[in-house]
Every structure is written in structure tokens, then in C-alpha cells.
């Protein structure tokens, strides 16, 4: 309990940090949301110095920072100039967008990952284990930028899956059941492109990992004694193998998080990466700063998740 | 075998990049107008009478109506030429060499993939090259000097990975100006990717400096006197450069996908300079795709290359054994 408080209170800080730095950092940036506003004709000088006033933009840094806190503590997270409205709303529509994206992706892909790397550890060597090797290998130089083009190609042409977005036009008015199958439907594409970019590394993180305990002594000494195969590797060999895999699933959210985001732009999903894409195109840093500090509280839970499943699975580390 | 064939592979894609103003028939910026979309140029050599020629040609395409399909003219046929115009081939005027088709504006696909591939490979590889420094700069001291340094480094490198890298990448490119020549699009690129990577080479450096620190001959030499500046110099940097070469390997296909996938989001190098990503962008309309599957070339072309350097990257790991 004490290692839990502790961790949170780290991410915390962490997360101020980030916020700090990045407050720091858009006060550097040259120009602001009405900066484009100055090259246009027909807009008097004063006027956008009025503006910059009025949305308190002219303010020294630390107050801005001081107002930005108090307005999160509100939930608002600042204010969109380019939305129009306060930030945190539009953040609470994509999270779950992202989440749900990521969170299948995550699933199907330990899913997957867990028993083909278990089975290529078990078959070392053999003819099949090299092809599988090449395979990964290949796998793992298709960036998810080309597999998603080609999916969402292969989806309009064929018809059979939805060609992007997270529901088809009128789900509104459709019984639940239907639009929960509209849904698994549109989340094919996005996901299989995911679940393609991880799946090489978590096989290998497993394949290594699950063959490290099969050469170690203490399975050795298991199978002098006679204990049978499939118990050595579920039973004494898979939850040994499993702690350095704790740690990967922290790791790898952040890749999975930063591959989300582009599948997102791709296929138009719903998610904080298009609304991210708007914000910087739009120079509207309250909307980056938002997404930023989510994506940043995404990954740090994430990470936290696996440091507790990490203390409960392995005793050494709890000093 | 397996590390001189990969050694072989990367050396001849980075030849083909490097010397594109030999290897492409076109330059990246040639229009032809009159063949928009033009499919790829089929290479012949026998002609219609079932006659074998040495020298390969090309029939003459026309197009049936503006956006429709293209059809070979028989009756028009032209030579390739090789070690014509500085460059290694090219079709007899007014004969067209499309080996990879063309885009919308009658550019040859081809050779904008040689030329596009100058921007994404150097961003790659110069971007690595300033986070590699980075990381040994900041690596070292932390690792060798210790105190608050060290508890810097690792305080700042925390808050650096506290976001998903994508996210960082494009927070920071956030915060600068959209609008931008190529020149400067290209020195922001390499900047922003290369300050962006140092963290995770810094780590890595630092945790071989600390080793290396405790080392016998090292110890040896502080007892005979030896400065710090000296100790650094001499035996703590020879012993990171596995270290920094693996990493090398990791990083620069990392951030040549990070340059291609800036340009594809409109963010980095743009028209008419061709780079991967913002010709892939091109093929992000799928109607485009799929009348105009070689519109694919520029993201197909990443592929040997990153797997070029993830197998490189994977033998030396190998060779260095666990715990890196």
C-alpha cells in the first residue's frame, strides 16, 4: 500500500513537470492562435492586441499557469479558441474514443502474442522457428502509416468493412445490439493495424523471455526430477517468465499510444489524435496542452497499472 | 554471411538515394502533363513481329480521354538509352520511362522515390547523429561525475518519457512556425527528432560510464593521477561505442519513420520536394490507391530499408550479448 501511495504521488509529480515544461516551452513558441490574424487585411493593429487581452494572453507567464491550474481544477482544462469552448469537454469526447482503441489493440494483441511466443520458445532451432523469425522480421519493418493505407484501400474496394470513423452514418437511431456490431465493425481496421505493429515485439519479448527460463537452472532441475512437460512450462516456467512481460506491457504503452494516434488521423477515428492534428494545424496551444496532459495521464496510469501488477507478481522488488 | 548480406543491402539502397541524380531517368520536379496517373512503363524487348532486341525499348502510351485508361501504341517505339544526360538511363525523346508510373502532375514516381528518399534517409541519419551526441554528451557526465548531474539527467529524462514519443514530437513541432521553406522544414526535422531521441541513448551510456567507472584499469589510472577530462578521453568513451553503435542502429529507422510520418501529417518537408511521407500522403485518398496502386512505391520503399537496419541492429545485439 505504501509502494502504491508512493508511485502516485511520483506520477504526480511527473505529470506537474510536464506541465510545467510545456507551458514553459508554448511561451518560447513564436506566434499564438491570433498571430495568423495579423496578416490579414481589413484587421486593424489594435484589434488583435484587444483580442490577446481579452483571452488573457498578454498575461506574464506565471499567472497564466496559476489561471490555467484553477481552471483545470474546474475540469475545463483551459479554453479552445479554436472550438470555441472549454477544453476539458472536448477531451472527455475523445479519451474514450482512444481508449477503446488502444485497449482492444492491447487485449488482442498480449492475446496473440503470449501463446505463439510460448510455442516458438518450446520449438528452438527447427525449420519452423526460422520461418517464423523471418516472418517477424518482415513484420516489423511495415510501418503502421503503410499497413493502414493499405487496409483502408483493400476495405472501400471490397466493401466488406467500413472505410473509417467509429460508426456508420444514422447508428443513432439503431437497437444497441446493432450498434455495438456497427462498432466491432469499424474497429477492425484500426485494431488489426495495432495489433500487426505489436505483435512482433511482444513475440519476441515473450519468445526470449519464455526460452531464458527454459535454459535457466531451475527448470532443469525440474525436469531431471520428472516432472512432466506441460506442467514445467505452465507451472513453474510461464510465471517466472511473466515478470520481465509486466514490465514490457509499460513499455510498450507508449509506442502502442504513439501508434494509435496516427491510425486515428488515418481512419478518422474518434480519438484524442485527430483532435490533436486540429489543435496544431489551428496553433491553438490550450487544445495541445489538453491533449498533451492526457496522453501523458494515459501513459503514466498505464505504466503505474504495471508497476502495482509488477509488485504483486514478483517479491523481489519489494524492498 | 547474414551480416555482410544485410551490410550489402543497406550500402546498395543508400547508393540508389545518394546518387539519384544518376540513378533517375527524370529530375523529382520534371512535369509531364500530358500523362497524368500514367501506369508503370512496360520495358520490352521483342517487338511485335516476335523479334528479340539487345537493346530493351518502350512503345509510346496514349491515353483514350483525359482520366481514362492508358493504351501502348505499337506503332510508336522507343529506345532505352543508358549513360545519356548524366544519367544511368532514360527513354529516346519523345519516348516516356515511367518504372513506377506517375502522379497526378506527370512526375516520374521513380525517381521521386530516389530523390525523396535524400530528405527522409539524411533526416534519419543526421537526426541520429545529434541525439546520439546528446546522449553521450549527457551520459557521460551523468555516468563519470555522478552527484546532481546525474540525478538531473534522470529527473529530465523521466519527464521525457512521460509522453508517448508521437505526442512529444508533434508538442513540440506545436509550438513552432507551420509555415516554412523546405530548408528550414528539413534543419527543423532533424532538430526537433534528434533533441526529442536523446533520452533513452543517454540512459543507456550512462549505465556503461557507471560500470565502466569501477573498471580495474580505470581505478588503476585515477590512482596514478590521471584528470577526469583524461580518464574520459581515454578509457570511458572507447567503451561506449557498442553501445552507441547499437544504438545507432535502432534509432536512425526509428526517425527515418518519425521524418516520413511528420511529412505524411503535412508537419514537415513539403511540395514540390519530394519525401517519402508527403508522397505517401498523396496515396491517402483511396480512390487513388486503388485506380493508382504504384502510388504505394514511396511507402513500399521503406520497408527494405528498415528491415535492413533492424537486422543489422539485431546482430549487434546479439553480439553484445544480454543485458543491453
Known amino acids: 500500500m505504501k509502494y502504491a501511495a508512493r508511485r502516485f504521488l511520483h506520477s504526480l509529480f511527473l505529470l506537474a513537470g510536464v506541465s510545467v515544461l510545456s507551458f514553459l516551452f508554448a511561451d518560447l513558441a513564436p506566434g499564438d492562435f491570433f498571430s495568423e490574424m495579423r496578416l490579414e487585411r481589413g484587421v486593424a493593429a489594435g484589434t488583435v492586441d484587444a483580442l490577446r487581452a481579452r483571452h488573457g494572453l498578454d498575461r506574464p507567464l506565471p499567472v497564466r499557469y496559476a489561471a490555467w491550474l484553477g481552471s483545470m481544477g474546474r475540469g475545463e482544462f483551459g479554453y479552445s479558441l479554436a472550438y470555441n469552448s472549454a477544453v476539458g469537454p472536448l477531451l472527455r469526447q475523445r479519451i474514450p474514443g482512444t481508449l477503446l482503441l488502444t485497449a482492444s489493440a492491447t487485449f488482442l494483441a498480449w492475446l496473440m502474442a503470449i501463446p505463439l511466443g510460448i510455442w516458438n520458445a518450446t520449438r528452438r532451432g527447427t525449420w519452423s522457428d526460422s520461418i517464423f523469425k523471418v516472418t517477424l522480421a518482415i513484420l516489423l519493418s511495415i510501418p503502421e502509416l503503410l499497413s493502414a493505407v493499405i487496409f483502408l484501400a483493400i476495405a472501400v474496394e471490397t466493401g466488406w468493412l467500413p472505410a473509417g470513423g467509429m460508426h456508420a452514418p444514422g447508428a443513432e437511431s439503431q437497437a444497441a445490439a446493432d450498434r455495438f456490431r456497427d462498432t466491432l465493425r469499424h474497429l477492425v481496421i484500426p485494431v488489426g493495424v495495432l495489433v500487426l505493429g505489436m505483435l512482433p515485439v511482444l513475440i519476441r519479448h515473450v519468445r526470449g523471455s519464455v526460452a531464458d527460463c527454459l535454459d535457466s537452472p531451475f527448470a532443469l532441475a525440474a525436469r531431471a526430477h520428472g516432472i512432466p512437460r506441460r506442467r514445467l512450462l505452465f507451472g513453474h516456467v510461464l510465471p517466472a517468465a511473466l515478470n520481465p512481460l509486466i514490465s514490457l506491457f509499460g513499455f510498450s504503452l507508449g509506442t502502442l499510444l504513439s501508434a494509435s494516434l496516427l491510425v486515428e488521423v488515418l481512419v478518422g477515428w474518434p480519438g484524442l489524435g485527430p483532435l490533436f492534428l486540429e489543435a496544431i494545424m489551428a496553433r491553438d496551444f490550450a487544445l495541445v496542452l489538453g491533449v498533451v496532459m492526457s496522453s501523458t495521464s494515459l501513459l503514466i496510469t498505464g505504466n503505474l497499472v504495471a508497476d502495482l501488477l509488477l509488485y504483486r507478481a514478483d517479491p523481489r522488488i519489494r524492498t | ?324
Open chain 2, 1 to 324: 554471411m547474414k551480416l555482410r548480406l544485410t551490410l550489402v543491402l543497406l550500402a546498395a539502397l543508400h547508393a540508389f538515394v545518394v546518387f539519384a541524380a544518376f540513378f533517375a531517368p527524370y529530375d523529382y520536379a520534371e512535369q509531364h502533363r500530358d500523362y497524368p496517373f500514367a501506369p508503370p512503363t512496360r520495358v520490352h524487348f521483342t517487338d511485335a513481329a516476335g523479334r528479340f532486341h539487345l537493346r530493351p525499348f518502350v512503345y509510346g502510351v496514349t491515353q483514350d480521354s483525359p482520366g481514362g485508361d492508358y493504351r501502348e501504341d505499337r506503332g510508336r517505339r522507343y529506345p532505352v538509352e543508358f549513360f545519356v544526360h548524366g544519367r544511368l538511363f532514360g527513354a529516346g525523346a519523345p519516348g516516356i520511362l515511367f518504372l513506377w508510373g506517375s502522379d497526378g502532375f506527370g512526375r516520374d514516381v521513380f525517381s521521386r522515390v530516389l530523390y525523396g528518399g535524400q530528405i527522409s534517409l539524411l533526416t534519419g541519419l543526421v537526426a541520429a547523429f545529434l541525439s546520439l551526441s546528446l546522449g553521450l554528451l549527457w551520459g557521460t557526465l551523468a555516468g563519470f561525475y555522478g552527484g546532481w548531474v546525474d540525478r538531473l539527467l534522470m529527473r529530465g529524462a523521466e519527464l521525457f518519457l512521460a509522453l508517448p514519443w508521437l505526442y512529444l514530437l508533434l508538442a513540440v513541432r506545436a509550438f513552432l512556425p507551420l509555415h516554412i521553406s523546405t530548408t528550414q522544414a528539413f534543419f527543423l526535422l532533424v532538430a526537433i527528432i534528434g533533441t526529442v531521441g536523446w533520452v533513452r541513448p543517454a540512459r543507456m551510456i550512462r549505465g556503461v560510464v557507471l560500470s565502466a567507472r569501477e573498471r580495474g584499469f580505470v581505478l588503476a589510472a585515477r590512482g596514478f593521477g590521471a584528470s577526469g577530462q583524461y580518464l574520459i578521453r581515454r578509457h570511458i568513451l572507447p567503451l561506449t561505442w557498442s553501445v552507441v553503435l547499437t544504438q545507432a542502429t535502432v534509432l536512425i529507422p526509428q526517425y527515418i519513420l518519425a521524418e516520413v510520418t511528420l511529412s505524411f501529417l503535412g508537419l514537415g518537408v513539403g511540395e514540390p520536394v519530394p519525401s517519402w511521407g508527403n508522397m505517401l500522403a498523396d496515396a491517402r485518398q483511396y480512390h487513388t490507391l486503388i485506380a493508382h496502386t504504384w502510388m504505394l512505391a514511396p511507402g513500399l520503399a521503406t520497408v527494405p530499408l528498415l528491415l535492413g537496419y533492424l537486422t543489422l541492429a539485431d546482430i549487434l545485439l546479439e553480439r553484445s550479448g544480454p543485458g543491453y
